[in-house]
């Protein structure tokens, strides 16, 4: 393998934790061991038992259970847990991907979903979504997209970083296409319930009997540091592959984390209407901050998600993220490390400090002008 470095978490590693102000942060504000605990009685005394063996490979039959409730089979063989969400990315590669193979992944996009299989060999399509239509990508072009060789076929619903929800009508037609050419379909549903001013849809593994359905405990329970993330599958032999590459690399996840993450899945709504609140209040504070602004920056409403990706009208979004980080101490991700041009950046609407973190982008805007 020859993998690319991964510009989104270098640029992360050089910047995240030293910042003033994490404004482009993907996951929302993180919980605290007992804000966890406080979901169940019990739970702390429960916690204080758990014996640090090893768990099963799969994930614990509890957590499994608890995923499982999440999907319309309800099924906990259809789940394998991992460590965070990027293991079965990563796996699933190794699993599927050949060289020679064809994949197509909608952009803008996580860089594992396709440096991955370049490494492998594979040529990669991009499937371009329309950022000045929300982030909407164009079933006709997937379809044009598909050649004999397509082995895989990537969404990410909703979409990080644009926000874009998909309807059950566009997710209908991409199983369709999927279905008809016989490729599987990842479905990269990390930010699955967030949805807010758009109605909520299957997931893929429930509508494809090729379809692979991605989730984690980071983006919409506030529990990134569980490190907890899974697939769910109805295909028992992609399954099966995907166990076997993993016990080449974490083999199981902490007893600790699962117990947790299983936790946290039980009170999946609690958790979802928190996070959704959180977004919401902060929306409508980036909406007053962009409304002012329109002739620097092109604002579009996420409806789902914790992260937008609004357009900056006045040079280069990467110039004006370094000066930014320079002068306020805010930190905004620009679109050049998601392969996805210089004229956009990924801001987060996650965190309680937004306020804050706004106030601070205002004033360097104002002296920015002049």
Excluded at 29 to 38: F, G, H, M, N
Excluded at 112 to 135: H, I, K, N, P, T
Excluded at 198 to 225: F, Q, T
Excluded at 327 to 335: C, E, F, H, I
Aim: aromatic letters at 8%; a negative charge.
């Amino acid at each position: 393998m020859n993998l690319r470095p991964f510009a989104l978490e270098r640029f992360f590693a050089r910047h995240e934790f030293d910042v003033r102000y994490l404004l482009c942060s993907s996951d929302p504000e993180p919980l605290t061991i007992s804000e966890v605990l406080a979901l169940e009685s019990g739970s702390e005394h429960e916690l204080s038992k758990l014996r640090l063996g090893y768990v099963d490979s799969r994930g614990g039959l509890r957590l499994r259970e608890a995923i499982a409730g999440l999907y319309e089979h309800r099924n906990p063989e259809m789940v394998l847990a991992h460590g965070g969400s990027q293991e079965p990315i990563f796996i699933l590669m190794q699993a599927l991907i050949n060289a020679g193979d064809h994949v197509i992944v909608q952009f803008p996009a996580y860089q594992s979903q396709y440096s991955v299989a370049q490494s492998l060999g594979a040529e990669v399509s991009r499937w371009d979504s329309d950022l000045a239509r929300e982030g909407a990508p164009d079933p006709l072009e997937l379809e044009r997209l598909v050649r004999p060789e397509t082995r895989l076929i990537i969404v990410t619903t909703p979409n990080n970083p644009t926000g874009f929800p998909f309807s059950r009508s566009l997710i209908d037609e991409v199983v369709r296409i999927a279905r008809r050419s016989g490729a599987y379909l990842l479905g990269d549903e990390v930010y699955r319930g967030s949805e807010r001013e758009a109605p909520g849809i299957p997931a893929v593994c429930d509508l494809y009997e090729r379809g692979i359905s991605l989730g984690g405990m980071s983006k919409v329970y506030g529990l990134a540091g569980l490190r907890v993330g899974w697939i769910s599958t109805q295909d028992r032999t992609l399954y099966d592959a995907m166990a076997t590459v993993k016990d080449y690399l974490t083999i199981c996840n902490s007893a600790p984390s699962e117990f947790l993450a299983a936790l946290a899945v039980r009170h999946q709504r609690t958790l979802v209407d928190r996070v959704r609140a959180i977004a919401v209040a902060n929306l409508n504070l980036l909406d007053e901050f962009f409304s002012g602004r329109s002739d620097l920056f092109q604002w579009v409403r996420p409806r789902a998600g914790t992260t937008a990706f609004p357009a900056y009208l006045a040079g280069s979004s990467s110039g004006f993220c370094s000066r930014l980080l320079e002068t306020a101490g805010v930190l905004l991700l620009p679109s050049e490390v998601f392969d996805a041009g210089d004229q956009r950046f990924r801001i987060g609407y996650g965190r309680t400090n937004l306020p804050e973190a706004l106030s601070a982008l205002a004033e360097f805007v104002t002296s920015d002008r002049n």
